[in-house]
């Protein structure tokens, strides 16, 4: 399997630095709610703030036209950040080979079968 930041729709994405904020699977689609690390490389970038490391963006990963998933339950609590967030951590890895992906966090080990792949990008900044 080739990693996330390999993926046409993903490399622009510093996805293992992005967090994981919610996420909802349904028959028909998985979707995780998202704090997006931009690479240098995506069109939306700008310089992170003095205080930052890295540019942050919310959104959404959304896998669609779920033909199959397994979802292996992990020991991880999310955490509550200062504002109120809840906050999975980042993933521990996310890698795909054609429709099949698999995507590890402190959430557990999902394992998808899609049909398409989409990022939503808030209009808003993190």
Do not use: K, Q
């Not at 994405?13 to 690390?37: G, R």
């Not at 033909?67 to 109120?84: L, N, S």
């Amino acid at each position: 399997m080739s990693s996330a930041a390999e993926h046409p729709l993903l490399r622009d994405f510093l996805l293992e630095e992005s967090y994981v904020l919610d996420f909802e699977l349904h028959p028909e689609s998985a979707t995780f709610s998202m704090d997006f690390a931009l690479a240098a490389s995506h069109p939306e970038f700008v310089p992170a703030p003095p205080m930052d490391a890295l540019t942050f963006r919310r959104g959404l990963l959304v896998f669609s036209g779920v033909r199959r998933c397994t979802w292996i339950a992990g020991d991880g609590r999310p955490t509550v950040d200062p504002d109120g967030t809840l906050d999975w951590d980042s993933f521990h890895s996310i890698t795909w080979e054609g429709d099949n992906w698999r995507v590890v966090g402190d959430f557990g080990d999902i394992a998808l079968d899609v049909t398409s792949l989409d990022v939503l990008l808030d209009e808003r900044r993190s």
